[in-house]
Each structure stands twice: as C-alpha cells, then as structure tokens.
C-alpha cells in the first residue's frame, strides 16, 4: 500500500517519464503541472502541461475494504482507499510548425511504450534533489501496478473541464488515467487471539461433529499437469468423515466416492451427469461440507457444517485429434483470413466466464500467435465461438483459457507440443 504522497508521486513520475521522451523528440520543450489558467501555463512558449483534475474511486477496489471496522466502528485493519487519478495533458507550442500535435503525438507513443510506472521509474522519481519533499512516498512498495490509459471523453466532457478555467482559451489537449493509486490510513487495526481450540457442534437431531478440515489435495490423472474433468481428486485432512458428505467445487456440490475420517475421494470423470454438468473451468475453492443428518443435498438449506477452502484450478481440455474444433475462414488480404473458430471443451461454460482462444503457429520461418475473445453466450454451452481477424496462414496449437485456467497441449515423442490443432490455410 502507497502513504498520502502516493497521489503527488504519480503525478511527479507522469512529469519525469515525459521530459524524458519530449526532450528527443521536441528539443526545448518542458513538462510542467500548473492549472491550466497560471499565467506560467498559459505563456509556456512550447511544452507540455500536466493537471490533475479529478479523483475517483476506482471501481475495481471500491470494495476491497469494506469490512474494516467491527460494528462498535473498532478497526480490525488498517483501511485503504483505490483511487484513479485523472489528467489533463495540454500542448503548447507554435501552431505554425505543428509544436502542439508533435508534442501530443511523443506524449501518446512514450504512454504506449511505458504504460505503466516501474519500481525503478518511481524510486528515481522519489531521489530526485528537486523533489525532496516525496522522500517518504510509499508507491513503490504498492502491490497494484499503476497503469496509464487513454480516458473516454468526448468533446463536451472537454468543454466542460476548460468551462473551469474563466477566460482562458482552449488549447490542444488529451486526457489520460492513471489506475490505481492505493492509498492506506496510518490508524493501524487490531485483532482477536486465534482460536484454541473448537468445540463440538449439534445439528439439533443428536448428531455431534467437530468441523472438517483440508490440510492437502492431491490430484492423479493429471493432462500434463493440468487438472481436468478426468482427474481424480484425493483430499486429505481431519475430521473429513460424515454420513452425509458433500465436496464443493465453486458453485458445483458434488458426491465423493470415498470418505474416511481423513480423507475424501473424488474422481471427476464418475460423477452422475448433472454433477459433471455443474463443474465450471477457473480457480475454483474446494471445500467439504457436512449437510445436517436427514436433510437433502439439493434442498440443504441450514446447519450444514463447513471446511476450509482451497485453490483448485479446473482446465478445460479440447480432444487432442482436433475433432472438437470446426473453422471457417476467407482471404480478405493477401496472405490474412478473416473467420471464425468453434471450439467444444468437456465442460460447459457459463454466459458470464471469461473465455479466449490462443492460437501459436508452427511455422518454422516465422511462427505468429495471436489471442482472440470468445462471443457472448447467452445460456450455458460447451461450444465457444471466436471470431478471427487477420490471421497469416499456418498449422497453429489451440489452447482454450477460461477465467485464467488454460487447456492442456500433449506433447510427441519428441518432447514437443504437437496436439490440438488447427490449420489455417
């Protein structure tokens, strides 16, 4: 996490990442931060002028921190705040001989080559002598790295923002974000002593159980490492054997085949149809759960007692003879095919899951890859359709990645990845 001066460093760092390119690009040309209506701004004979206008929660962080404090409003952490900082770059210069649109043009390419600020930029940017007064600044130890974009604004969102500055002319200008700035509170937290020990629990019907705890998975039947619906999950821990056991996989409650008091079995590929139809590819928690004596699975809907999660990641798998997979493709440029590729996996993918399609070309000459989005799913399929652009022909590798998990490639004799694929011709 960043300390206060995290806001001023970002700016401070945006500056220096700027003269740096400018100065090749635009001899004589400086960067300044001044509101665009300082008379030092607006008599800038050629340069570039950062201000920073706005300040908003950033959207993915905005509840990142919401438990802090217990009901009594006793912190428990230390609280944090994700912000994105918004700019407004203004270019200056002789119109005659195109200063402003060369300065926009150098300030759009060194944002494109270094979007984001490194550990070594920020930690240059603090041991500047002119900037002592960011010594303390805390950015470079922030885990989030933060990242430059183009922000969306029209030209209205543009008359707006110089509607601000009374009586000052409008000049040439782009806007960039900076995402995300994290800034953490010095109020430090506190927290309870770990539990000693756990008690038992009744269901309410004579039944006692202590809670179940996963202290290992191991998986067998592994796709070159990767786990897949064909694998066999062996979970080891205390307290794992119940007479009704059910193992959580995300959102999917399955039946293990085997249950011990310290250890659970699950072989993926036995499941009943509409468990293997729940299972979903991604990071998914793996849990046991232990549903109160005489209740159903389906209609559980209290006293079920639970364990600790942990990771698991599902790959999908695509057959490896290429079956699963169906491409059609035109030539729209010489030696480029527009298209589209339909992939099936063994497992079904929800409308909402994040799916791409990595293609990597065999070609010995000059191998490309490329990386395509799936289309939108309005239901729950096993087929994935991605639209292809641009593609040189090749015999390409095929991976599928769902949520961040990947298909598996088989490898030859040789050692050598050589299955699924897909020719382009």
Same mark, same amino acid.
Request: net charge negative; with cysteine; glycine share 6%.
């Given at each position: 996490?960043s300390?206060?001066?995290?806001? /001023?460093?970002?700016?401070?760092a945006?500056?220096?990442?700027?003269?740096?390119?400018i100065?090749?690009?635009?001899p004589?040309?400086?960067?300044?931060?001044?509101?665009?209506?300082?008379?030092?701004?607006m008599?800038?004979?050629?340069? &570039?002028?950062?201000?920073?206008?706005?300040?908003? !929660?950033?959207?993915?962080?905005?509840?990142?921190d919401?438990?802090?404090?217990?009901?009594?409003?006793d912190?428990?952490?230390?609280?944090?705040?994700?912000?994105?900082?918004?700019?407004?770059?203004?270019?200056y210069?002789n119109?005659?001989?195109?200063? !402003?649109?060369r300065?926009?043009?150098?300030?759009?390419k060194?944002l494109?080559?270094q979007?984001?600020?490194t550990?070594?930029?920020?930690?240059e940017?603090?041991?500047?002598?002119?900037?002592?007064?960011?010594?303390?600044? @805390?950015?470079?130890?922030?885990?989030?790295?933060v990242?430059?974009?183009?922000?969306?604004? @029209? @030209?209205?969102?543009?008359?707006?923002?110089?509607?601000?500055?009374f009586?000052?002319p409008?000049?040439?200008?782009f806007?960039?974000?900076?995402?995300?700035?994290?800034?953490e509170?010095?109020k430090?937290?506190s927290?309870?002593?770990?539990?000693?020990?756990?008690?038992?629990?009744?269901?309410?019907?004579?039944?006692?159980?202590?809670?179940?705890?996963?202290?290992?998975?191991?998986?067998e039947?592994?796709?070159?490492? /990767?786990?897949?619906?064909?694998?066999?999950l062996?979970?080891?821990g205390?307290?794992?054997?119940?007479?009704?056991?059910?193992?959580? &996989?995300?959102?999917?409650?399955?039946?293990?085949?085997?249950?011990?008091p310290?250890?659970?079995?699950?072989?993926?590929?036995?499941?009943?149809?509409?468990?293997?139809?729940?299972?979903?590819?991604?990071?998914?928690?793996?849990?046991?759960?232990?549903?109160?004596?005489?209740?159903?699975?389906?209609?559980a809907?209290?006293?079920?007692?639970?364990?600790?999660?942990?990771?698991?990641v599902?790959?999908?798998?695509?057959?490896?003879?290429?079956?699963d997979?169906?491409? @059609?493709?035109?030539?729209?440029?010489?030696?480029?095919?527009w298209?589209? &590729?339909?992939v099936?996996?063994?497992?079904?993918?929800?409308?909402?899951?994040?799916?791409?399609?990595?293609?990597?070309?065999?070609?010995?000459?000059?191998?490309?890859?490329?990386?395509?989005?799936?289309?939108?799913?309005?239901?729950?399929?096993?087929?994935?359709?991605?639209?292809?652009?641009?593609?040189?022909?090749?015999?390409y590798?095929?991976?599928?990645?769902?949520?961040?998990?990947?298909?598996?490639?088989?490898?030859?004799?040789?050692e050598?990845?050589?299955?699924?694929?897909?020719?382009?011709?």
């Open positions: 996490m300390n206060y001066l995290a806001i /001023a460093t970002v700016t401070a945006l500056q220096r990442l700027l003269q740096t390119s100065s090749t690009d635009v004589g040309a400086n960067v300044t931060t001044l509101r665009p209506d300082n008379p030092a701004a008599s800038l004979s050629m340069g &570039i002028n950062v201000y920073l206008y706005q300040v908003t !929660p950033n959207p993915a962080w905005r509840n990142a919401l438990r802090t404090r217990r009901p009594k409003g912190l428990i952490k230390h609280g944090q705040a994700g912000l994105d900082l918004h700019y407004l770059l203004t270019f210069g119109e005659q001989e195109l200063e !402003p649109q300065l926009m043009g150098s300030a759009i060194t494109v080559d979007p984001t600020l550990q070594k930029s920020i930690r940017t603090i041991a500047n002598s002119n900037l002592s007064f960011l010594a303390r600044s @805390t950015l470079d130890d922030q885990s989030q790295v990242q430059f974009i183009p922000s969306s604004i @029209t @030209t209205e969102d543009l008359s707006r923002i110089w509607s601000v500055f009586q000052v409008y000049t040439l200008s806007a960039y974000q900076g995402m995300a700035v994290l800034i509170g010095d430090p937290g927290a309870p002593l770990p539990i000693r020990r756990r008690q038992f629990i009744d269901d309410g019907v004579g039944n006692k159980s202590t809670r179940p705890v996963i202290e290992q998975v191991d998986v039947n592994t796709s070159e490492g /990767a786990v897949t619906a064909q694998s066999r062996i979970i080891k205390r307290n794992l054997w119940h007479s009704q056991v059910q193992v959580q &996989i995300g959102a999917a409650q399955v039946t293990p085949q085997e249950v011990s310290t250890q659970v079995v699950v072989d993926l590929s036995a499941l009943s149809g509409a468990e293997r139809r729940s299972l979903r590819a991604g990071v998914q928690g793996i849990q046991i759960i232990h549903l109160a004596a005489g209740r159903q699975r389906a209609a809907s209290g006293g079920e007692v639970e364990s600790n999660v942990e990771p698991l599902l790959c999908p798998t695509i057959s490896r003879d290429g079956q997979m169906s491409s @059609t493709t035109e030539e729209r440029d010489e030696d480029r095919h298209g589209d &590729i339909a099936t996996i063994d497992m079904e993918i929800a409308p909402t899951q994040r799916v791409f399609l990595i293609l990597n070309g065999l070609a010995e000459h000059r191998a490309e890859s490329y990386i395509f989005r799936a289309s939108r799913r309005s239901s729950n399929e096993r087929t994935a359709r991605f639209p292809l652009e641009a593609v040189a022909p090749d015999r590798l095929v991976r599928v990645q769902i949520d961040g998990a990947e298909s598996p490639l088989w490898i030859n004799d040789n050598e990845y050589a299955d699924p694929t897909v020719v382009i011709p």
